[in-house]
Nanobody, 128 residues
Framework: QVQLIESGGGLVQAGGSLSLSCVSD???????MGWFRRAPGKEREFVAA???????YTADSMKGRVSVSRDNAKGTVDLQMNVLQPEDTAVYYC???????????????????????WGQGTQVTVSS
């Protein structure tokens, strides 16, 4: 079982920045870590993901505004978000797949069902 703990959410004004962090004891041995979000009344949405070899995948709606990084020594995956807008208000979730770095199949980073473990989420609120 993998535990994921998010932190860094909060209230920020439009145009501001926020950094989220996810702590896991398996960042070094998992094929990919992802960030998703769910706004009130909406479905869960892909934000960004990072593979075991640091390849980054970003949702089109977030390109140019987010960056993802991982520190295997610390067991963290960070999501830096800039130029936040009220429509970015959501609960943000960290996710991890159970596949090892040696997985040779196709991995669909934006697909929530590819991930086996989820954090409790952290609230991000952007005021106008």
């Amino acid at each position: 079982q993998v535990q994921l703990i998010e932190s860094g959410g909060g209230l920020v004004q439009a145009g501001g920045s926020l950094s989220l962090s996810c702590v896991s004891d398996r960042t070094y041995s998992t094929y990919a870590m992802g960030w998703f979000r769910r706004a009130p009344g909406k479905e869960r949405e892909f934000v960004a993901a990072i593979s075991w070899n640091d390849a980054v995948y970003t949702a089109d709606s977030m390109k140019g505004r987010v960056s993802v990084s991982r520190d295997n020594a610390k067991g963290t995956v960070d999501l830096q978000m800039n130029v936040l807008q009220p429509e970015d208000t959501a609960v943000y979730y960290c996710a991890a797949t159970d596949r090892s770095p040696y997985y040779s199949g196709t991995f669909y980073y934006p697909r929530p069902t590819e991930y086996d473990y989820w954090g409790q989420g952290t609230q991000v609120t952007v005021s106008s």
